[in-house]
């Protein structure tokens, strides 16, 4: 399984309109997909966000996770561990190694840059969303530290109106004045077109590089789904060396006036989240 999704990846062509970005197609075999969808449970026993969201996180340390079936945390955490882990998240951090490389040099500094990625990167655990008709997510980008989005559909559309990924270009540059999920429509008044729609279907894999400019959403229009839920899994490929717990090292070095604004306003939230933590033993907790 392993070989094949690394051949699979490392023969898809990357598309860079709007922003760097491959789609493939039945990525996994067939009845190991099958086997994750058959396993996962009832959207009822995932966590509730609102009455459209819900998740499902792969860890160990989520309650959730831990209290769902053995059959399922077995199947999951071999796509967790052996498939995005282990094959995935190396073979796009290479093939996208220019585009990372210019994303936290934007993001930080060229030399800052070249230090994140240095240390290396790998990917997070993921969840399992679970989205209802209705659902709608304007343009945005994910937060800023992640260098990779991954995406694995778990469920299928018809056509794009009842249930599509929607890639966009911005009409400018977003500043990113934020560090978390940004919408520059709301943050910054810019415009965006819509470039690309991806009917959402079983076994499709998407991945992106999660720039300023990688603004995407998703659509499912009341009454055209023929599910009840859209289920997708998506994990992030993250930097071993997150560059947001040695910002006070990293202030004094940026040059640029919306980098330093950014990061100092993410890591003075940080510092009143710490404070707040409660003090066990003499130690407060780390975030």
């Not at 449970?41 to 959730?64: C, H, M, Y």
């Not at 560090?179 to 810019?190: A, H, N, W």
Request: net charge neutral; glycine share 6%; with cysteine.
């Amino acid at each position: 399984m392993q070989a094949r999704v690394r051949e699979t990846l490392e023969g898809a062509a990357i598309d860079r309109n709007p922003f760097p970005h491959v789609v493939v197609q039945d990525i996994l075999p067939e009845s190991f997909f099958r086997q994750l969808s058959r396993v996962v449970p009832p959207v009822g026993e995932f966590q509730p966000d609102d009455e459209i969201k819900a998740n499902l996180r792969i860890s160990e340390d989520n309650t959730f996770f831990t209290r769902a079936p053995a059959e399922f945390r077995s199947a999951w955490g071999r796509l967790r561990d052996d498939v995005f882990r282990d094959v995935v998240a190396p073979l796009l951090a290479r093939r996208f190694a220019g585009d990372i490389r210019q994303k936290y040099g934007a993001l930080f500094s060229p030399d800052i840059a070249e230090e994140i990625v240095a240390a290396g990167f790998a990917a997070n655990d993921g969840r399992i969303m679970a989205r209802k008709p209705g659902y709608n997510l304007r343009p945005h980008s994910d937060p800023a530290h992640f260098a990779i989005t991954l995406l694995l559909y778990l469920t299928a559309a018809d056509d794009a109106s009842s249930g599509a990924l929607c890639l966009f270009r911005p009409e400018r540059k977003p500043e990113l004045r934020k560090t978390g999920t940004y919408y520059p429509e709301r943050e910054e008044g810019i415009g965006v077109e819509l470039v690309r729609e991806i009917p959402i279907r079983e076994n499709l894999f998407v991945a992106f590089v999660n720039t300023e400019n990688a603004l995407h959403g998703v659509r499912i229009e009341p009454g055209a789904a023929s599910e009840k839920e859209r289920l997708a899994y998506q994990a992030h490929i993250v930097p071993l060396s997150d560059p947001r717990l040695d910002l006070e090292r990293y202030l004094d070095r940026l040059e640029d006036p919306v980098a330093i604004a950014r990061w100092r306003e993410y890591h003075e939230r940080r510092l009143v989240k710490l404070s707040a933590k409660p003090v066990k033993n003499g130690r407060r907790a780390s975030s």
